[in-house]
């Protein structure tokens, strides 16, 4: 029982109060390139939260053995591992995936999203929890980044995972590029700012 | 005095034998990994070729490397275009004509195209094995409208931004001209290759 409700906490901070790209604005530049379609954010996140996760946990059990001094250099060896491997084994299995998102899989490694996780909670914490801030991190990353996917997908190519929505009307082909991504982003960071406002101000 | 200039000796030590250790253990986990998918990732890729090979010259049963060696070919425009293989394409001892791969450099990148040439010197299809091209403006060169236009043209096709084409013209795509030239000069590109090797066959 306590289990589940450290979980759920851990999942709220990761979502909503935490969430890396809403509330944290970690990791634009990966939010920006692939929320052109919803599937692309899809693989974006699951290869970023599964990084995340592995990244976590291997440097929270090595917290203890890594110096202070060279820790930036150790982290970033650890993730580009991480990285090295999904980036392969992406090209293995899921190829056509890993054509579309191209040159964003490999720059993970400097995604600050996972740096970040890595320098503030990771090196402070025991294994279990670390690796449970990378997936409700990742689940975070994931969602935020599917939402400004729709929403650009549907506007912008007119499809939905790949399926017509209106019927060959003209898309908004803005929304595909990356000032129409701007503008998505900042609506929906401005929203997420005026949900939490509100809940406050009730207090 | 002997144990505190013995100090910053032994730290660096420990920092760097860490590092090291680091690093190695990821090297072989990622090397691992590799093992694992360097042959799946091979053979997809000799999948892919072999599929867009049979699909710009479906009459064909079988496709012979020729080695080419000529190097890149510079278009009408003065851009080069590498040249990234030569198949000649055979049905039974038959050579009904080749299959040229270029990858002339589009908006994003190189556009990597597969282009089949009949024996007599004309497109018989295209197929786009790879590109990285805008999202929903570039990509436009992948719709039949644009790339049916090449099939039946001979060398030294021309693109015109507007009217009705002649007899060897094509109509590039308004607000996607790179990337839709790119396209023009990697077909133009591979059918001076086609000349080249049809005409040192017929020989």
Redesign the interface.
Known sequence: MKERVSFLAFLKNGVIDNNPTFVQLLGMCPTLATS??LLNALGMGAAATFVLICSNLVISL?RK???Q??RI??YI??I??FV??ID??M???V?ALS?SL?LFIPLIVVNCIILARAESYASKNKPLPSALDGLTMGIGFTLALSCVATVREIL??GTILGFELFGGVA?L?LF??PAGGFLVLGFFIALVQFLKDRKGGEK | MASLSKKPKSDILRLSVTLCLIAGITALLVAAVNAVTAPEIARRGELKTAQSLKAVMPEADSFEDCGYSGGDITSADGKQVPIDGVWLAKSGNETVGCCVKVSPKGYGGAIEIIVGVTGDGKVAATQIVSMSETSGIGTKIQNPEFYGQFVGKSAGIAGIKGGTPLKNEVQTISGATKSSSAFLRGVNAALTVAESINGGEQK
Do not use: C, D
Request: proline residues 10%; charged residues 5%.
């Open positions: 052109t379609s090595l053995i890594i110096p001094k060279v250099a150790a060896v650890i580009a591992g090295t491997m392969l084994l090209q293995a299995f190829p054509n191209g912008g190519s898309p082909t595909a590029l």
